[in-house]
């Protein structure tokens, strides 16, 4: 049985390697950082990691970890004064923290969708919302992405109770979704719309609350999932929402209630980056300054193969695994670090070169990476 084992770990692995979709871990090189999701450089602020040390050692009632999940010792002043505050913040009823983004959409969508609902999902929606939605064995279909008229059709025929999950800002493509009509759309088909914020929140709104916030769209918006790993540059994860749907998460979501709670050193950075961040306006506005200057520089390269994004997250689509690594492998022989993405992460034929904009990348380095671009795809064409 173990040989059988074995054998069929060699066989997946070798099948990876084949198509050349061979993942390994490696330590991050000393390039100039186009990859990276700290849009606002916040994980990489020394001044930052030094007052959550501060603040740690200030702590009253300081443990190395939290001892026990949320609902028997996992839970302290700490914990409730944070979810308090995000809800401030993100303009929401109540807010409940997770372990990280991958544990919040899988809470969610696992324990809310039940046998006869049904979820429409928009067809480049985050894995861990795939998996959370395959966990819940309600009844789910795709739309076209950002396709409104597909997913109307679908809401035609839609019975029971029915969820719509979207993203702010996919992560894979950095395209918006168009929340507004969405919003309408699912108002008219009494659906309950969810909509992840990882890659908008600290990023969208005029303080950095994310896409929601900043169209007003809150009471529209049944439920939302904020992640800190990006631009708040540290772990974890809320949901928020009704006080209700946090008190049903409580007593229904598996990932929440069977997990160790967040050790007081994560909330603390949580809270300390939620304090920069209402002081980083000129940090936010330097990054879209950016992103307008990439795209400007960038419009001459590959006109068909770039994909139109007003995010940090902006792609380059060059087919076929062997071609997008060769790409970036010469791009960061220049000593600029950017990573192809290969199928299966996306579909065949639309591999990438996913290039992430920083407050604290300069337009010097942007024009040294578009001529590195220009000159990689070039050979490599």
Known sequence: M????????????AERKEKNAFRELSLSKDLIDFCSNDYLGFARDKNLAILNH???????????????????????????ELESMLSDFHRSSAALIYNSGYTANLGLFSSLPYRGDLVLYDELIHASIRDGIQMSRANAYSFKHNDLVDLE????????????????????????????????????????????????????????????????????VFARVITFGKALGCHGAAVLGSQDLKDFLVN????????????????????????????????????????????LKIQDLLDEAKIESSSPIQCLIIPGNDRVKAVCRQVQALGLDV???????????????????????????????????????????
Do not use: W
Request: glycine content about 6%; proline content about 4%; charged content about 25%.
């Open 54 to 80: 501060q603040c740690l050692m200030d702590f009253e009632d300081l443990y190395n970890g939290s001892t026990g999940a949320r609902t028997i010792t996992g839970t302290n002043r700490l914990t409730i």
């Open 153 to 220: 059709n679908k809401l035609k025929r839609a019975s029971g109770k029915v969820y719509v999950a979207v993203e702010a800002i996919y992560s894979m493509d950095g395209d918006q979704a168009p929340l507004i009509d969405l919003v309408e759309v699912c108002k008219k088909y009494d659906a309950a719309l969810i909509v992840d914020e990882a890659h908008s929140n600290g990023v969208l709104g005029a303080k950095g609350e994310g896409l929601v916030a900043d169209l007003c769209l809150e009471k529209d």
């Open 2 to 13: 173990i040989k059988a084992v074995n054998e069929y770990i060699a066989k997946k692995i």
């Open 339 to 381: 990573r192809p993405i290969v199928a299966p992460t996306v579909p065949a034929g639309k591999e990438r070169i996913r290039i992430c904009l920083h407050s604290y990348n300069t337009k010097d380095e942007v024009d040294r990476l578009v001529d590195a671009l220009k000159k990689s795809i070039s050979i490599n064409e």
């Open 252 to 295: 229904y979501s598996r990932p929440f209630i069977y997990t160790t709670a967040p050790a007081p050193h994560m909330l603390i950075s949580i809270k300390n980056a939620y304090d920069k961040l209402s002081k980083s306006k000129h940090k936010i506005l330097n990054l879209r300054d950016l992103i307008n200057y990439f795209k």
